[in-house]
């Protein structure tokens, strides 16, 4: 059971939709960030929060919009995306975020996107 | 610039046999390293990672990795495969006090364990 949860765990959206995803995690971390998991490329790190302050934003399109109410909770908010844009969208927390954190990263299931 | 170097994309091992999974990596200064593996439709799991000290770092399901400076290595083993092993395996690297906001993530080894 892992102590990051990704909600929905797939999610097939238009191009003109607009869609939000969801983490949370009970890990009492401070930091939470999103990546972008496409096949035969690295994980793409796409945004840091650290303490609810974005401290990375790796220089993502705006039709991804990022927002973190608190240190639990992560939202992506996704509109006008494109075909490419189809992936798998981890959430990830660890513990402080800061620049000596080499505490593990702790993932959740991912959210299984396509545009269509 | 740092990056991480996965040069196999798929490991087929036989059961029992030992098995090796390799990462080579490029950075400035100090390395933080990690190996994490994801089963299918799981996001990643830490296994294990090295900061400083002992070059041999045991990790979780028996795995073990091996730093060397020298050879900018980083290794992921196990003595005996087991069919449960049959992964997905990330070797990730940052640079020491760069934080995760500078983490680089290898492209990935399939790990296949023949029963």
């Known amino acids: 059971e892992t102590g990051v949860t990704q909600t929905p765990r797939h999610l097939v959206m238009g191009m003109t939709n607009k869609k939000s995803l969801k983490c949370e995690q009970h890990l009492g971390h401070n930091a939470m960030y999103w990546y972008k998991q496409s096949a035969k490329k690295p994980l793409e790190l796409m945004f840091v929060y650290n303490f609810k302050e974005q401290t990375e934003n790796n220089s993502v399109p705006s039709r991804f919009s990022p927002e973190c109410p608190n240190s639990s909770h992560l939202f992506l908010h996704l509109h006008t995306l494109q075909p490419e844009d189809s992936a798998l969208y981890l959430c990830?927390?660890?513990?402080?975020?800061?620049?000596?954190?080499?505490?593990?990263?702790?993932f959740g299931n991912g959210t299984r996107l396509t545009v269509t | 610039a740092q990056s991480v170097a996965q040069p196999e994309d798929q490991v087929n091992v036989a059961e029992g046999n030992p098995l090796t999974v390799k990462c080579t990596y490029s950075v400035s200064g100090n390395p933080y390293l990690f190996w994490y593996v994801q089963y299918p439709n799981r996001g990643l799991q830490f296994l294990l990672k090295?900061?400083?000290?002992?070059?041999l770092v045991k990790g979780s399901y028996g795995f073990e990795a091996e730093f060397n400076k020298s050879q900018t290595s980083f290794h992921l083993k196990k003595p005996s495969a087991l069919v449960s092993d049959s992964a997905l395996y990330f070797c990730?690297?940052?640079?020491?006090?760069?934080?995760?906001?500078?983490?680089?993530f290898g492209t990935g080894t399939k790990l296949q364990v023949i029963p």
């Open positions: 090295y900061i400083t000290g002992d070059n």
């Open positions: 990830a927390s660890s513990q402080d975020g800061g620049r000596g954190d080499n505490s593990p990263l702790h």
């Open positions: 990730a690297v940052i640079r020491d006090r760069g934080g995760y906001q500078k983490v680089t």
